[in-house]
């Protein structure tokens, strides 16, 4: 029996631990964010931002990659060879006295001299299998296309780079502008949730006075339609609200599970804007990504054509060789060390080249009409979203006293239903005139704060 209670005991404690632990791990799971917060996960988290980050790493290898061509080239080579029937050459007969006569004796008595004249072996002119060593070193030692690669390398790194910052700058915008979505569904379900209980008493306390036989019960149910509307379009706030936390999650780069908490509130970064400091504003369109983007390609497209122009030139190369057999021959002619130095020099090409360089500078022409179409485009849309941005802005400020109106109108109006001064269909038009004023009012905010995002990416000012 004690056993069995000890053992409980201990069920209940480890029970207890995890219960705890795994109150604190959803409390971690839970992400407090200002708007800045949010932009700083984003350049850590989000994709296409880390995308770009690799693409620079890309770069670089590939810097060091067209840097290597004009760096000494090693290279070793280990060859296996079998002969299937050497060569071999005879010298014929050739004159030889033994070891066995006297070297006093006299040559005419030595017999006939023919019989000292024998057949000679013939000799192998390869080894039957052999393997050959060999190592050679080459270094590019003038190039002028391998010069405006290194130049078109680099212009390259600064292509990812810039690639890099549009994106960081795009990322930014479309996150910015969820976290204002976000806020401004908060903001609205809650408006429209206290507008509800307010309702529900009203409803309440009608459903009482129609017992008593002051109101009839037609008006009771116009208003149970009038709730009844109210809470559908709650109930789809809702989830636009829920649906706008996951975007986003998705902006950002967070888990779809995470689970965030905004610390921003829709107020106060309303209440920050100022229309004024963008009226006389000018757009300076040199720190702008795509124009930078542009310019880049620009030089790249000049580095194409001094590419084409650099073939004309001549290449020199230098080299070293270094042979060796593991069985030489009885007679090897092959060279152990070789050293040379060698120059390539176009000299006629039917006029390809010629058509190349043509082809270069007409792609730099095209590169330069762009150019001056994305700066004009740029401004262009600057000078729009600008006055967009201000009319929004003012817009706000007019539909921001309309709200405040169509409330009082409408707690004035349920006040007169209650008392009997007023009609249902009265009641209706001015529940439905606040309710199409503040969605209104929120999508104008909306649309104040999604025009500044804008702005700021057109200028490059996303912190």
Same mark, same amino acid.
């Given at each position: 029996?004690?056993?069995?209670?000890?053992?409980?005991?201990?069920?209940?404690?480890?029970?207890?631990?995890?219960?705890?632990?795994?109150?604190?791990?959803?409390?971690?799971?839970?992400?407090?964010?200002?708007?800045?917060?949010?932009?700083?996960?984003?350049?850590?988290?989000?994709?296409?931002?880390?995308?770009?980050?690799?693409?620079?790493?890309?770069?670089?290898?590939?810097?060091?990659?067209?840097?290597?061509?004009?760096?000494?080239?090693?290279?070793?080579?280990?060859?296996?060879?079998?002969?299937?029937?050497?060569?071999?050459?005879?010298?014929?007969?050739?004159?030889?006295?033994?070891?066995?006569?006297?070297?006093?004796?006299?040559?005419?008595?030595?017999?006939?001299?023919?019989?000292?004249?024998?057949?000679?072996?013939?000799?192998?002119?390869?080894?039957?299998?052999?393997?050959?060593?060999?190592?050679?070193?080459?270094?590019?030692?003038?190039?002028?296309?391998?010069?405006?690669?290194?130049?078109?390398?680099?212009?390259?790194?600064?292509?990812?780079?810039?690639?890099?910052?549009?994106?960081?700058?795009?990322?930014?915008?479309?996150?910015?502008?969820?976290?204002?979505? +976000?806020?401004?569904?908060?903001?609205?379900?809650?408006?429209?949730?206290?507008?509800?209980?307010?309702?529900?008493? !009203?409803?309440?306390?009608?459903?009482?006075?129609?017992?008593?036989?002051?109101?009839?019960? !037609?008006? +009771?149910?116009?208003?149970?339609?009038?709730?009844?509307?109210?809470?559908? $379009?709650?109930?789809? +706030?809702?989830?636009? +609200?829920?649906?706008?936390?996951?975007?986003?999650?998705?902006?950002?780069?967070?888990?779809?599970?995470?689970?965030?908490?905004?610390?921003?509130?829709?107020?106060?970064?309303?209440?920050?804007?100022?229309?004024?400091?963008?009226?006389?504003?000018?757009?300076?369109?040199?720190?702008?990504?795509?124009?930078?983007?542009?310019?880049?390609?620009?030089?790249?497209?000049?580095?194409?054509?001094?590419?084409?122009?650099?073939?004309?030139?001549?290449?020199?190369?230098?080299?070293?060789?270094?042979?060796?057999?593991?069985?030489?021959?009885?007679?090897?002619?092959?060279?152990?060390?070789?050293?040379?130095?060698? $120059?390539?020099?176009?000299?006629?090409?039917?006029?390809?080249?010629?058509?190349?360089?043509?082809?270069?500078?007409?792609?730099?022409?095209?590169?330069?009409?762009?150019?001056?179409?994305?700066?004009?485009?740029?401004?262009?849309?600057?000078?729009?979203?600008?006055?967009?941005?201000?009319?929004?802005?003012?817009?706000?400020?007019?539909?921001?006293?309309?709200?405040?109106?169509?409330?009082?109108?409408?707690?004035?109006?349920?006040?007169?239903?209650?008392?009997?001064?007023?009609?249902?269909?009265?009641?209706?038009?001015?529940?439905?005139?606040?309710?199409?004023?503040?969605?209104?009012?929120?999508? !104008?905010?909306?649309?104040?704060?999604?025009?500044?995002?804008?702005?700021?990416?057109?200028?490059?000012?996303?912190?």
């Amino acid at each position: 029996m004690n056993n069995s209670k000890f053992y409980s005991n201990i069920f209940l404690l480890i029970l207890v631990i995890f219960l705890y632990k795994n109150s604190f791990a959803q409390k971690d799971s839970i992400v407090n964010l200002t708007l800045q917060d949010a932009l700083i996960l984003t350049e850590e988290n989000n994709q296409a931002i880390k995308n770009s980050k690799i693409d620079i790493i890309i770069a670089k290898k590939k810097i060091w990659e067209t840097t290597a061509i004009g760096l000494p080239q090693v290279n070793g080579k280990i060859s296996y060879q079998n002969i299937f029937k050497v060569p071999e050459v005879s010298f014929g007969k050739a004159f030889y006295i033994p070891d066995n006569v006297p070297a006093e004796t006299p040559i005419n008595n030595v017999g006939d001299l023919r019989n000292f004249y024998i057949e000679t072996p013939p000799l192998a002119l390869g080894v039957k299998q052999n393997i050959t060593f060999d190592l050679t070193v080459s270094q590019l030692v003038f190039s002028g296309e391998y010069i405006v690669g290194l130049q078109a390398t680099k212009a390259f790194k600064q292509l990812m780079e810039l690639s890099e910052s549009k994106t960081i700058n795009d990322a930014k915008e479309s996150v910015k502008q969820a976290y204002y979505l +976000v806020l401004v569904a908060e903001e609205n379900f809650k408006i429209l949730k206290s507008g509800l209980e307010l309702i529900d008493k !009203t409803y309440s306390e009608l459903i009482q006075i129609n017992k008593a036989g002051y109101i009839e019960e !037609t008006d +009771v149910d116009q208003f149970k339609i009038n709730k009844t509307n109210l809470e559908n $379009m709650i109930a789809s +706030v809702e989830r636009q +609200v829920n649906l706008a936390y996951d975007l986003l999650k998705f902006q950002i780069g967070l888990e779809n599970t995470k689970g965030i908490k905004l610390l921003d509130n829709l107020e106060s970064i309303i209440s920050q804007e100022n229309a004024e400091q963008y009226i006389n504003s000018e757009f300076k369109i040199d720190n702008n990504p795509d124009y930078q983007l542009m310019l880049n390609q620009v030089t790249l497209t000049k580095l194409s054509l001094k590419r084409e122009k650099s073939k004309f030139l001549p290449s020199i190369a230098a080299f070293y060789r270094y042979e060796r057999l593991q069985k030489a021959p009885s007679f090897n002619f092959s060279i152990p060390h070789i050293f040379g130095v060698g $120059m390539e020099i176009p000299i006629f090409g039917s006029g390809m080249k010629l058509s190349r360089v043509g082809q270069a500078k007409l792609e730099l022409e095209k590169s330069n009409n762009t150019l001056e179409k994305v700066e004009q485009g740029l401004t262009l849309q600057y000078l729009k979203t600008k006055n967009e941005y201000i009319t929004s802005y003012n817009q706000y400020l007019s539909i921001k006293e309309n709200v405040s109106l169509t409330k009082k109108i409408y707690e004035r109006t349920l006040i007169k239903y209650k008392e009997g001064l007023s009609s249902s269909q009265e009641l209706t038009l001015v529940q439905n005139q606040h309710l199409t004023t503040q969605a209104s009012y929120f999508n !104008t905010i909306l649309d104040v704060l999604n025009k500044k995002a804008t702005l700021e990416k057109l200028v490059s000012n996303n912190k």
